[in-house]
């Protein structure tokens, strides 16, 4: 079975700094486009950050200069480096990837059960 195992969240004051990082599990072939996204109380999903397996990234307007993501292919690992956290940051935070598993090849778009990030003030 294929998962998304994420790990990092946690409970940081304002101005601090948390990493989050998502492994895939599972009979994978290959890891293409990886992202994290977030939803915040009463709140839609919505995107934070994504990168391409060959390093091209793309982030939300409200996390740009402040937040990181960067990925280890020879790990299987996406990270996310948060800085200069905010409290309108808290939400719940998932990965998102496209992976090709096996046998098939198929590619799917696969989500982690998210991990908890609360800025206090």
């Known amino acids: 079975q294929v998962q998304l195992v994420e790990s990092g969240g946690g409970l940081v004051q304002a101005g601090g700094s948390l990493r989050l990082s998502c492994v895939p599990s599972g009979r994978i072939f290959r890891i293409n486009t990886m992202g994290w996204y977030r939803q915040a109380p009463g709140k839609q999903r919505e995107l934070v950050a994504t990168?391409?397996?060959?390093?091209?990234?793309n982030y939300a307007d409200s996390v740009t200069g402040r937040f990181t993501i960067s990925r280890d292919n020879a790990k299987n690992t996406v990270y996310l480096q948060m800085n200069s956290l905010k409290p309108e940051d808290t939400a719940v935070y998932y990965c998102n990837a496209d992976l090709t598993t096996m046998p098939l090849l198929t590619t799917t778009n696969y989500w982690g059960q998210g991990t908890q990030v609360t800025v206090s003030s």
């Open positions: 990168i391409t397996r060959g390093g091209s990234t």
